[in-house]
């Protein structure tokens, strides 16, 4: 299997090879075969009287030693992963509300409220009164609100509840998965998966989807937070891939996912300009971002991207990165060890994260502008250090648009209609300019060519006139790849999705059209297009399930990535996944995620790892809801 | 191997043999050979690019994909099975959080506020003024104290820190393992645990420490709110073991861990007496217990003990059962299917704990009394369909004392010193008469024969005068082998241990000395052991970590287990296992567990499967601690 669609990726993956250093492919090669009942689900830890396993072919026992069927160790498997997705994207939320309550409370001098038009904007969504109060009293009402939202409570999670149509609320009511709180929905799935909990199957899928719309909350929340402290993306042009390193700077990578501490890197950097350039860096500081980190710092300040997920090593082994700067989430434990065969100073800032290997200089909010200073003179330090002959930046890099915000949609739809912002989207879409809607998501898989499903799929329904949303690594892979462009709307887009687009674009004042995939942020911003298609669904009178609105994940690869997908299905939504998730060993469950959830919620998992017949798939979902919508 | 030690058990073996029923230890040896990744910790199964597996011994792999070492894999697996165990204690605590809050409430007639005195005790302890307070305003304020102490705040959880040494506080304080929420502990062990977050093995144990201290805190909640409930134990003499079964009786067994329902169960039977009696049960309903929702009926109710963990399914094999009525935990997913082929209804009732196979009849606080009637109804009702051929209920039951609360040891030693009741406890240490204490907690485990460790261990340690105390299933296995009497102490207690046991009983008004082990309740009342330790550490102004204490977990088998474990050796105690958990896949991380951690907390694990070589070594660590306090 080739390893990655992506020229800079490949290019550096010869050096890889020349300098014998393994990276992710090669660890992945090397752990083959892969347990089969890990791979289908069936294999239970959850006490010390296993491992059990389950054969789901019937070849040797068929339940676990506590009497466990495959379907009860599938669930409750699926259950943890949820949980643990939720925790994370929700760990991230609850640092920001920390953060905000800091910043209205004076004790975070590098953190004002930089958009207040969205803190009025959330709190009012909230229900928090907004008349008479301060910037700073409405911040910290916000806050205390964004933290009470964890806590289980007599009413639902307040960042679930006030961003989804009344039909969601009045189903998932129905079926027992209102989450009154993040950390709690998280504790209940893990307790229910314990040794002689729950038992039932279906019953811990609600669990898990209960769990998921928490997750959904902490998404919510991450993103709302994240722009309230600093600022709601606007569009941007910038650039991707590797060859956004450049051997005359101190090149310095932001690698994570939470824009804490990046966002004050970003601010900060020009400041030691000067400090780079007498070390010999003639062209200064150059910040570069990885995975959603990265994305964050596109969204906001246009800091190109250098590349994400399973090809975040191969940054290091360009030789000219001369610091990395890592939060949470999706940073490879390798790159200790890889970072010591470089000159490059990894550099951990969290205290939940941190890697052997690496030098931790510990973040807090009270000297963020403090620590993010630290952190370059670090990267201007080891950028003395550089071997100019072990320097390799590939060439390739390509324009990349981003900052595709809700706001920064309705603000484009605005443009052609000032009273009714919604109304060109709608139209377009009743008249099948544009067919339908899909958002892709979720992370590159080493088991899947890198982006090789991403781009297949979106040229697949770009040409079928599908508008495409894009987050995280998803929308990393489109950049890498050049779609995130006006000349790929005029490539690849199909004539009703091109004219929209192109109508957009020149109401803009752009030179050509929007891109053919809007770049809607990091994996957390994923909550974006669901506001969008949530105030579609309301100025319609429809619910999400009746919408011709699909998402995709091609290349999964993290809890997270399950948990989004859960609450994607909850959300009413035809949800593909190009891996096959831990679930096969369990016909009952395979079935209940594929097709009877759609008896309930309307979503349902569509499981292809070949891109073309996904996107297939995905285009006759939207053709039916459209026949059903009678358009 | 042999399956278990208790007679009754071995007898109910051969009818499972001669019906061909399989049972736990059948479907334990059809997992044979189980997985040695599982076994050692080394599989990874937290992305979609696993299960990675790592062979400690070199062969293979060394890294997952993504760079993981057997390390950190192996202490991240350890801090999602203590979040799970947390999450579970901590789910049946808040669970009589929101009952104690509904009884304050008036919401909850059927909860009446039992012990004013123990409300007003903890209230105290935590630190809320009861003065001017009626008893529902106490009960409301505890109540939303614990329920406060679930979410993460800006300072520690209340029922960690309240119930513990200075010492120990700034020891927590100093390697950052204080919790500041029990829910939030939870979520952030399962954040960081999520891929690509935190990769040092040492600060992944820490985390899990962390954790571990809010299990702590659950554990103490659920005591607590459930001696405020229900009552604090006093006392009792009852029965253990299979023969507690009545063939003339409606037998109701109450199975699971919370008394939330058995409570009422227990307090309503007596009522439907008469109609079972009419039903043809001339012995009327007997109620029994399993695991510890039964520990909690027996100590509260004087319910006899029909058996524990590993042989639950026996209960229903003696063919005597009428109703077994389940809540949460430890609860085998096989009874749905061993029910339907005998009479017995398996009734479950919590919305988090279904069984396929099983009848649903839902609790809540509103209707709990309406609910016991209906559930013992439905025993009488089944009992109509019981086959007396196929009864075959073993004789062996033995006299079981237990009841010792904190409340009830002081009480005693009240009676020798009642103005300094610590004082001969402390007396009897100092001149040796006793040696030292062990707590005995934990499951039973299929991989040991049943109750081999608990009572061997017990033997060799009483023989050296160390004082037992009991919770859990290994409270269990000593009721069934008789070791919860006055004779065993008189038959296996050395003469100090003899000497002071006698000298209680005889104060206490008993015919002979208190039983050769403390019945102290359920797995979550190990707290209660705490509270003494805690006490008796206060008194001499010495910290946990210098007391001649241990605990012992010599069959120990859910992730509840590793959660308390864990614990204990944060609070400074030497904590034995029998079982090998699944850490052995990393030297670094069962050297820290076995030896570094020591450093740390003072406490530390002894892994040792053979009991009379782990009660030397515990003996051994008693010793060295008295000399070390000059003793």
Redesign the interface.
């Known amino acids: 299997m080739e390893r990655s669609t992506d020229a800079a990726s490949r290019a550096v993956l010869q050096i890889a090879e020349r300098e014998a250093y393994?990276v992710?492919w090669d660890?992945?090669e090397?752990?083959a075969p892969?347990?089969g009942?890990?791979?289908l689900g069936t294999?239970c830890?959850?006490?010390?009287?296993?491992?059990?396993?389950i054969d789901p072919f019937g070849e040797?026992?068929t339940?676990?030693?506590?009497?466990?069927?495959a379907d009860?160790i599938v669930a409750r498997?699926l259950g943890?992963a949820i949980?643990?997705?939720?925790?994370?994207h929700?760990?991230h939320a609850?640092h920001l509300a920390n953060t905000l309550l800091k910043s209205a409370e004076g004790k975070a001098p590098d953190y004002p409220i930089k958009d207040e038009a969205k803190l009025k904007t959330v709190a009012a969504r909230i229900g928090i009164p907004t008349e008479g109060k301060s910037i700073q009293e409405l911040a910290k009402a916000v806050a205390e609100a964004a933290?009470?939202d964890?806590?289980?409570k007599e009413t639902p999670v307040a960042w679930a509840a006030s961003n989804v149509t009344q039909g969601r609320i009045d189903t998932f009511v129905k079926y027992?998965v209102v989450p009154t709180?993040?950390?709690?929905a998280?504790?209940?799935?893990?307790?229910?998966?314990?040794?002689?909990?729950?038992?039932?199957?279906v019953?811990l899928l609600l669990?898990g989807v209960k769990c998921a719309l928490a997750d959904y909350a902490g998404c919510h929340l991450a993103t709302d937070l994240a722009d309230i402290l600093f600022g709601t993306p606007k569009p941007v042009v910038s650039a991707a891939n590797l060859g956004v390193l450049n051997a005359d700077a101190v090149n310095i990578a932001l690698h994570g996912h939470n824009p804490v501490l990046s966002d004050i890197i970003a601010q900060t950097a020009s400041e030691l300009d000067e400090k780079a350039k007498s070390a010999g860096a003639s062209a200064g500081v150059n910040l570069v971002g990885i995975c959603c980190t990265g994305n964050e710092g596109l969204m906001r300040h246009g800091i190109p991207s250098a590349t994400h997920s399973v090809s975040q090593e191969l940054a290091v082994l360009t030789g000219a990165l001369d610091a990395m700067v890592v939060d949470?989430?999706?940073?490879?434990?390798?790159?200790?060890?890889l970072a010591e065969c470089y000159h490059t100073k990894l550099i951990t800032t969290m205290?939940?994260?941190?890697?052997?290997g690496a030098s931790h200089i510990e973040f807090s909010e009270e000297k963020a502008g403090e620590t993010a200073k630290e952190i370059i003179r670090e990267g201007i330090e080891a950028f003395g250090r550089r071997d100019p002959k072990r320097v390799n930046i590939p060439s390739h890099q390509s324009t990349t648009m981003a900052g595709f915000s809700t706001e920064t949609i309705v603000g484009a739809l605005t443009l052609l209609n000032k009273g009714d912002p919604l109304k060109p989207l709608i139209d377009n879409i009743v008249n099948g300019n544009i067919q339908g809607v899909c958002l892709f998501a979720g992370c590159n898989?080493?088991?899947v060519t890198q982006d090789s499903g991403f781009t297949s799929m979106a040229k697949e329904l770009a040409k079928q006139n599908v508008l495409l949303l894009a987050t995280g690594c998803g929308a990393g892979a489109f950049g890498r790849h050049g779609l995130l462009t006006s000349d790929a709307t005029k490539e690849y887009a199909g004539d009703g999705l091109k004219g929209v687009l192109t109508a957009l674009g020149q109401a803009a004042g752009l030179e050509g059209p929007l891109p053919l995939i809007l770049h809607m942020g990091s994996c957390v911003d994923n909550t974006r297009a669901a506001d969008v298609a949530v105030a579609v669904a309301n100025k319609l009178g429809v619910d999400l399930d009746k919408l011709p609105v699909v998402a995709s994940a091609p290349e999964?690869?993290?809890?997270?990535?399950?948990a989004i997908g859960t609450w994607a299905v909850a959300a009413g939504l035809p949800t593909h996944v190009g891996?096959v998730?831990?679930v096969l060993g369990s016909a009952t469950i395979a079935k209940v995620l594929t097709e009877d959830v759609k008896g309930l919620f309307g979503g349902y998992f569509i499981v292809d790892a070949d891109p073309v017949s996904a996107a297939g798939k995905l285009v006759e979902a939207i053709g039916k809801r459209r026949k059903e919508l009678g358009i």
Chains 1, 2 share one sequence.
């Open positions: 393994d992710i660890r992945f090397a752990q892969q347990c009942f890990g791979e294999c830890r959850n006490c010390m009287q296993g491992p059990c396993r040797g026992a339940l676990g030693a506590c009497g466990a069927t009860t498997n943890r949980a643990a997705g939720t925790a994370a929700s760990g609850k933290l009470a964890f806590s289980e027992g709180g993040i950390d709690s998280i504790s209940e799935v893990m307790h229910r998966t314990t040794y002689g909990v729950d038992a039932d199957p019953n669990a949470y989430q999706c940073i490879m434990p390798s790159l200790g060890t205290p939940i994260a941190k890697i052997p898989n080493v088991r999964a690869a993290t809890e997270k990535a399950i891996i998730p831990p």
